[in-house]
């Protein structure tokens, strides 16, 4: 019989192939769930599978957001502050040792806040300045800034290509189309976009055709084509969106409503509610699984994260990570 030997390299999930009678198995990082603890000031480490806090590491004062690299290995987390004291700090945090690499101090910016990282650069807003950075992670270094002359730019997402990014200015009510060097004329290299009252929750389709914006205000979420540098249509749902995000297979967009404790499930195509899960706790930050099927989210009243399937609208795992948690982010699955 022709027995077929394994041969484990990386002891992970991966790319397996078969070679000279050895089935081989590339991997990538062990898949990874973060979330910030606000008034704990900690990230807490997460196993998305059994749903248990494998490390909890300190952050700056007044974490808020928090993205991870693609491989799950970094995260970085903007240090935005409270009310009398605004934060001034990213912190860089290795996963595999649980360990604060460095507090990057980024002032004269203040209140770092959205964070979108891509191409190996991460992009934040710094809502004190009304401006957005860039950080460079291996020169150490914020190495481009743009104000946007408006009030509130608090979350930012871009284009894979690097070459467009969003924000929205919650006390200017528009959403700012910002186009990094070379810009084909007649565009400027920055453009706003009027939309509804308070706009906050933001996130762009995976195609980048649409950025879809929650109003806080008219309870609403309004969409803007980013070709056409308008808004396209607004959609009711009754209430505050906390957040708002795709689906990463680009069907759904998913709303965390606070006041009613539901997830609502958008129809990105139809522009249409599909339902709604409620919940125990209020929902506040929401990322997915990469197959769209599986949802984590950060709850408070109780605090607690879940994780959702979204086809059964079930909880199918839970766990207390710490006090007041809201920034979430996943890698590796």
């Given at each position: 019989?022709?027995?077929?030997?394994?041969?484990?390299?990386?002891?992970?999930?991966?790319?397996?192939?078969?070679?000279?009678?050895?089935?081989?198995?590339?991997?990538?990082?062990?898949?990874?769930?973060?979330?910030?603890?606000?008034?704990?000031?900690?990230?807490?480490?997460?196993?998305?599978?059994?749903?248990?806090?494998?490390?909890?590491?300190s952050t700056g004062h007044g974490p808020h957001e928090v993205v991870l690299s693609a491989d799950g290995k970094t995260a970085y987390v903007a240090n935005y502050g409270d009310g009398p004291s605004p934060g001034k700090s990213i912190s860089v945090i290795d996963i595999a040792t649980a360990k604060e690499l460095r507090r990057v101090d980024v002032s004269p910016l203040l209140r770092p806040h959205g964070l979108h990282l891509i191409g190996g650069?991460?992009?934040?807003?710094?809502?004190?300045?009304?401006?957005?950075?860039?950080?460079?992670?291996?020169?150490?270094?914020?190495?481009?800034?743009?104000?946007?002359?408006?009030?509130?730019?608090?979350?930012?997402?871009?284009?894979?290509?690097?070459?467009?990014?969003?924000?929205?200015?919650?006390?200017?009510?528009?959403?700012?189309?910002?186009?990094?060097?070379?810009?084909?004329?007649?565009?400027?290299?920055?453009?706003?976009?009027?939309?509804?009252?308070?706009?906050?929750?933001?996130?762009?389709?995976?195609?980048?055709?649409?950025?879809?914006?929650?109003?806080?205000?008219?309870?609403?979420?309004?969409?803007?084509?980013?070709?056409?540098?308008?808004?396209?249509?607004?959609?009711?749902?009754?209430?505050?969106?906390?957040?708002?995000?795709?689906?990463?297979?680009?069907?759904?967009?998913?709303?965390?409503?606070?006041?009613?404790?539901?997830?609502?499930?958008?129809?990105?195509?139809?522009?249409?509610?599909?339902?709604?899960?409620?919940?125990?706790?209020?929902?506040?930050?929401?990322?997915?699984?990469?197959?769209?099927?599986?949802?984590?989210?950060?709850?408070?009243?109780?605090?607690?994260?879940?994780?959702?399937?979204?086809?059964?609208?079930?909880?199918?795992?839970?766990?207390?990570?710490?006090?007041?948690?809201?920034?979430?982010?996943?890698?590796?699955?």
């Amino acid at each position: 019989m022709n027995m077929q030997r394994k041969l484990i390299l990386l002891p992970i999930i991966g790319i397996m192939f078969v070679f000279k009678g050895y089935t081989i198995v590339i991997g990538q990082t062990k898949p990874v769930l973060v979330v910030l603890n606000k008034a704990d000031a900690t990230l807490a480490i997460i196993d998305p599978g059994s749903m248990k806090v494998t490390a909890n590491v300190s952050t700056g004062h007044g974490p808020h957001e928090v993205v991870l690299s693609a491989d799950g290995k970094t995260a970085y987390v903007a240090n935005y502050g409270d009310g009398p004291s605004p934060g001034k700090s990213i912190s860089v945090i290795d996963i595999a040792t649980a360990k604060e690499l460095r507090r990057v101090d980024v002032s004269p910016l203040l209140r770092p806040h959205g964070l979108h990282l891509i191409g190996g650069k991460l992009y934040f807003t710094a809502e004190s300045n009304r401006m957005i950075a860039r950080y460079d992670p291996a020169a150490n270094k914020v190495d481009w800034m743009m104000g946007t002359g408006q009030n509130g730019s608090h979350m930012v997402v871009g284009t894979p290509d690097q070459k467009r990014f969003y924000t929205a200015n919650i006390g200017s009510d528009t959403v700012s189309a910002i186009e990094l060097p070379p810009i084909a004329a007649p565009r400027r290299p920055i453009t706003h976009i009027p939309v509804g009252k308070q706009p906050e929750a933001i996130d762009i389709s995976p195609d980048g055709k649409e950025v879809w914006a929650g109003l806080n205000v008219d309870g609403m979420v309004e969409i803007v084509d980013t070709f056409a540098y308008r808004s396209v249509a607004k959609i009711d749902i009754g209430g505050r969106p906390y957040r708002v995000k795709f689906t990463p297979d680009g069907k759904s967009v998913v709303c965390t409503m606070i006041a009613t404790k539901e997830l609502l499930i958008i129809d990105a195509a139809a522009r249409k509610e599909a339902k709604r899960i409620a919940l125990e706790s209020v929902p506040l930050g929401i990322v997915f699984s990469a197959d769209s099927k599986t949802a984590f989210v950060s709850a408070g009243d109780p605090d607690q994260i879940l994780k959702i399937d979204l086809a059964a609208g079930k909880v199918t795992g839970r766990v207390v990570a710490g006090k007041v948690p809201d920034g979430i982010a996943i890698a590796g699955l």
